[in-house]
């Protein structure tokens, strides 16, 4: 089954957190949104998942089954926590709880570099800037993640020697 293949998975993994960063900096960039505290703090994960999946397609590729198996697990773990972090901000998007107090106004930074920041606008965490569907961005990385976090798991449960 190809979901349970460590190189596919690793692969996937890959692909999956570079086309979401993807999506998130053309967002950013060319639509013109720009991302909150926790919207930044979501991509972490993503940004990992990159050279850790390479990394572990190098290890299944050589032969290093344990060591593929091992990092899919950590990948797999990054993208359940992942998950659960964008179900927060939804959650906080839909005003089912508080968000962080570092998610709403401009920081105090103090000096010249406080005057340069009044015309910058910290989005706020509890506002979505777009939904498809009638979910946020959040709400679609916590599907995401949580595809992902299969893959990786799936990934790492493989019995397949070769």
Request: with cysteine; proline share 5%.
């Amino acid at each position: 089954m190809p979901l349970r293949d460590q190189e596919t998975a690793a692969l996937m993994l890959v692909a999956g957190a570079a086309m979401t960063l993807a999506a998130a900096w053309y967002f950013q960039l060319v639509i013109g949104l720009a991302p909150c505290p926790l919207c930044l703090d979501q991509r972490i994960a993503y940004y990992a998942a990159i050279p850790l999946g390479l990394l572990t397609y190098w290890a299944a590729r050589g032969e290093r089954r344990g060591v593929a198996r091992a990092l899919l697990v950590v990948l797999g773990l990054a993208m359940v926590g992942n998950s659960a972090l964008a179900v927060y901000h939804a959650g906080i998007e839909w005003h089912f709880w508080p968000g962080p107090t570092t998610c709403t106004g401009t920081p105090n930074l103090g000096g010249d570099i406080l005057s340069a920041l009044r015309k910058t606008e910290v989005p706020s965490c509890d506002q979505a800037a777009w939904r498809l569907f009638g979910i946020s961005m959040a709400g679609w990385n916590a599907l995401i993640a949580a595809g992902l976090a299969l893959v990786a798991f799936g990934g790492a449960t493989t019995r397949r020697d070769a």
